[in-house]
């Protein structure tokens, strides 16, 4: 398996689902997600030159890109797991971008360690689009409260909205409902699509967007049990 392969096969498919719904290539963001991966694997995407990874866990991604960082000054990191308060003010030390914001009081002690560590970091705010139980994210009712809260109120920087599309549903449903959550909010960024249904998400690049996809396995192979 060629991980350079991969990454060219996947960034063709995006060009051409792009080209077919005329929705513009530079507003897709590829986060490559590294969460789980054997180092070799992390090594061929960074000579491969891809710089935005994805992690969902703080501590998993500090072992593995800490070091990085240094030799890798443009590397850019989003975390795209749940955030427990306690870990904050690691997560604002090593990412440049939070995908899952998803209450208030976690928006607070982001606020507050972004301000002593004089970095403020892009958020997005979750959105449990299929109102799943084991699923986070505030409900599609509460979004605009919610965004009010963070960005007005609380002054945090806003970037768009994530979600998680429910397995067995049609993930374009709930990328069309994130989307009209996000212009109704006036948010011009959204983060969907995995390595099973990005192909849904590139054509929203065509409402002038910012569009982040968040591919795993499609790039680095199927992750390790371990
Ligand atoms: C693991 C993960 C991905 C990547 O999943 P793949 O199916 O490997 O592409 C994307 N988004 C989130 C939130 C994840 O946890």
């Known amino acids: 398996m060629s991980i350079a392969q991969n990454f060219i096969d996947t960034q063709d498919q ?3 689902t792009a080209d077919q ?6 507003l897709i963001r590829l986060v490559a997600v590294s969460k789980k991966q054997p180092d070799d694997r992390i090594g061929s995407a960074l000579q491969y030159g891809h710089r935005i990874y994805g992690e969902n866990r703080v ?5 593995r890109w800490l070091d990085r960082c240094d030799h890798y000054p443009d590397l850019q990191l989003h ?5 427990q308060t306690n870990k904050a003010k690691d997560a604002v030390a090593l990412f440049d971008m939070i995908h ?3 209450r208030e009081k976690l928006a607070r002690t982001l606020k507050k360690e972004m301000e002593k560590q004089a970095r403020h970091i892009p958020c997005f705010i979750q959105v449990n689009t299929g109102e799943e139980d084991q699923k986070s994210g505030i409900l599609p009712s509460e979004t605009a409260d919610f965004v009010n809260l963070c960005r007005d109120e609380i002054g ?7 979600c998680i599309p429910p397995i067995d549903e ?6 069309a409902l994130l989307n009209k959550l996000a212009d109704e909010n006036g948010l011009n960024a959204l983060s969907i699509g995995m390595s099973s249904d990005f192909e849904k998400a590139v054509p929203f690049a065509k409402t002038r967007k910012e569009i982040f996809i968040r591919v795993g396995s499609a790039l680095f192979g199927e992750r390790p049990d371990f």
Not at 21 to 26: K, N, T, V
Not at 156 to 162: D, N, P, R, T, V
Not at 170 to 175: G, M, Y
């Open 79 to 83: 975390l795209i797991g749940p955030l």
């Open 156 to 162: 945090l920087q806003i970037k768009g909205l994530m």
């Open 100 to 102: 899952t914001l998803d």
């Open 170 to 175: 049609p993930a374009a449903l709930h990328f």
């Open 59 to 63: 501590q998993e991604a500090q072992g």
């Open 21 to 26: 719904f005329d929705a513009y290539h530079d």
């Open 14 to 16: 995006i060009t051409k």
